[in-house]
């Protein structure tokens, strides 16, 4: 229904619209001659960008000339130089009338594509898909014709909502694909790369917060064997052995947060891995001398991190049940010198307090 819509304007509000724009009277008859040197004036203007020039020989032209077959191209020139003056109202106007008097010119494809290309930048979307809908459809020798399959697929991207679904997310990924894998060379390619990336990871979020970790363990590494490079392959790293943590599949999930470390030891991901490790090695495995190594890792290597306080509390506790008073102390200093005046810091002078007490003793 729109597509017809846009294809065919009224006649009656057409013949007002064409009388209003160009001041008709009556039809001249066509001059060769004159024609061809008012709409080589006219291409001239063009070609040169002074398009205010160009808009007022093609003007002339259709007013003199519209059954001239230069006539379809002039109306195309006009519109196109009103949209690069950026008067996109104007171009629309004229591209429409395009659609209803010339719907078999050549320039056809090009005039579709101009309102398109419009509408996108508008951020009409809606409008702007039935334009290219109608060269995919038609128009399958069109030099822009990947640029339209490209934004197909791209614009239901751009109208994600926070809370896409599953289908939506699939129905994207699936396009985007097809069309990649279809002109690989495009300059559109790294857009739908992007896109791409997003959907799998909006994906794979999806299934985690949902608890289904084997399918979100699946499309995290789905990403990481397409995209081995995505700049964010360290929270990629982490979601993975998490899941297998919450699976308790803990020697998968220590070999997984150890990589971490290995391969982006500055992430800051890394030192959510450190506590991680350390819970597993004295929650699970019952090595509390490798928790102890991770939790002083934190302590040395990770000081700003938001788990940090947290970590040396639990180090500073592992220690004293560990029987090792000095360097539980020496955890409680520490927390005093990182925010002196915290409730944390009041809590570990009330601890160095005791200690130094029982040392006494």
Known sequence: MKENKLLRLSGIFSLLFILLSFNITKVHPADNNLAAKLFKEGEKYYANKKYPQAIDKFRKFIMNYPAHPDAPRSLYLL???YKNMGKTKLALDRYRMFLDYYPYAKEMPSCLYEMGRIYEEKKDYDASIIPYKLIVSHY???????????KLTLIPYYKLGRSPSLPQLDSIIKNLTEVMDKYPEHPLYEEAKTAWISCQVKKADIYFSRDQWQE?????KLLLRKYPEYEQKDYLL??????HNMERKFDKAVSGYKKILREFPKSSWADDACERLASIYSGFLNKPDKAIYYLKKIKDEYPKADQAIRAVWILASMYEGEGRYKEAIDCYYWLIKIDPKSTSAYKAKAEIRRLNKGLKK
């Open 140 to 150: 399958r020798n069109f030099p822009e014709l990947p640029y339209c399959e490209y």
């Open 79 to 81: 519109g196109s130089s």
């Open 216 to 220: 979100a363990r699946k499309s995290y």
């Open 238 to 243: 982490f979601r993975i052995p998490y899941t």
